[in-house]
């Protein structure tokens, strides 16, 4: 098993496991409650939705070793945007998948 840290945002912290899984870790106790929310919510909006949406089929439960609940999905395709070079995706081409996403949503 190999896991890598993908990063820390405010709220959780970010593993990729085999380059399979993500799991997350929420930093505290009112990021737990929003990751069970998440993790009921997204599969009714994953059903439908034009683009792809994390679908969480791992939920860990607190330990001696991680004191909340945490959970994993299964890696998506693509490049997350964080990891891009500036300029190197133009809005044009990110724009129309934004914006089917958004119409869809509302």
Same mark, same amino acid.
């Given at each position: 098993?190999?896991?890598?840290?993908?990063?820390?945002?405010?709220?959780?912290?970010?593993?990729?496991?085999?380059?399979?899984?993500?799991?997350?870790? !929420?930093?505290?106790?009112?990021?737990?409650?929003?990751?069970?929310?998440?993790?009921?919510? @997204?599969?009714?909006?994953?059903?439908?939705? !034009?683009?792809?949406?994390?679908?969480?089929?791992?939920?860990?439960?607190?330990? !001696?070793?991680?004191?909340?609940?945490?959970?994993?999905?299964?890696? @998506?395709?693509?490049?997350?945007?964080?990891?891009?070079?500036?300029?190197?995706?133009?809005?044009?081409?990110?724009?129309?998948?934004?914006?089917?996403f958004l119409s869809?949503?509302?």
């Amino acid at each position: 098993m190999r896991a890598a840290f993908l990063g820390a945002g405010y709220d959780s912290d970010a593993f990729d496991v085999n380059g399979e899984w993500v799991f997350r870790f !929420p930093r505290r106790d009112d990021v737990e409650a929003q990751l069970l929310l998440e993790t009921r919510v @997204l599969p009714a909006l994953g059903a439908g939705s !034009p683009v792809p949406i994390p679908r969480y089929a791992l939920i860990g439960r607190p330990s !001696p070793l991680f004191p909340r609940i945490f959970a994993a999905y299964a890696r @998506l395709a693509g490049t997350p945007a964080i990891a891009l070079e500036d300029g190197r995706t133009a809005l044009a081409t990110v724009a129309p998948a934004l914006g089917g996403f958004l119409s869809w949503l509302h």
